[in-house]
């Protein structure tokens, strides 16, 4: 196990050394960068269900030590794939956006064109729209938010003045008739409040789903 251990760490260094090429490759040369880095981190993950397993037969008194050690490497190489995905997703982002600026530089108009007008006030009124709805979601979440921490201090509220309910009843010797409707009423209380906690939700959920 300890040979497969040196191995794979050493791996892990030395995709962590290519991460910083992907930043200054060019173009051409990026997504062979990338796909090294993949082949590097799968290879990685291969060796770790091995590892795994051989852990796992290590003596007693070794196990647990080896059993970390396996998964601190786990660890660094799940941050490696994510730094990995984050970077390309980046760099299609930016791929994108290149792609769109050429086109519009490419692109030809007359002065009889009807189809010069670039969209832009469109795309502008689009975005603040987007805006609006984001800052409308976020102000409903704080709204909804405030409500349940209304209802849940309600209840516990309740439950305080029935307990004091029950204890001046106890005091003063009232009948088993009218302690039982107390109780009665207690318990249909906490059916309003958790009914009003769930249209609430359901509320919320609904204006998000149409927002969204």
Not at 6 to 25: A, D, F, I, P, R
Not at 158 to 165: A, F, V
């Amino acid at each position: 196990m300890e040979g497969l251990y040196q191995q794979t760490n050493k791996q892990v260094h030395e995709v962590q050394s290519y991460m910083g090429h992907l930043e200054t490759s060019d173009k051409e040369s990026v997504h062979l960068v990338e796909n090294e880095i993949q082949a590097r981190i799968d290879n990685i993950f291969s060796n770790l269900e091995r590892l795994e397993i051989l852990s796992s037969k290590e003596p007693p008194n070794k196990r647990q030590s080896a059993k970390l050690r396996v998964d601190q490497l786990k660890y660094d190489v799940q941050h490696l794939q994510t730094a990995l995905r984050n970077f390309q997703h980046r760099r299609y982002l930016r791929e994108q956006q290149e792609r769109q600026r050429e086109e519009l530089l490419a692109r030809t108009f007359t002065t009889n064109d009807s189809d010069t007008t670039i969209p832009i006030d469109e795309t502008l009124q689009f975005n603040e729209s987007l805006q609006s709805a984001h800052r409308g979601m976020d102000e409903l979440i704080g709204s909804g938010t405030n409500i349940l921490a209304g209802l849940r201090d309600q209840r516990v509220t309740l439950k305080g003045t029935h307990k004091k309910i029950l204890d001046v009843a106890n005091m003063l010797g009232l009948s088993n008739t009218v302690m039982r409707l107390i109780e009665k009423r207690a318990f249909q209380d906490k059916f309003l409040m958790l009914g009003g906690m769930a249209v609430t939700c359901l509320i919320m959920f609904l204006v998000v789903q149409y927002l969204t």
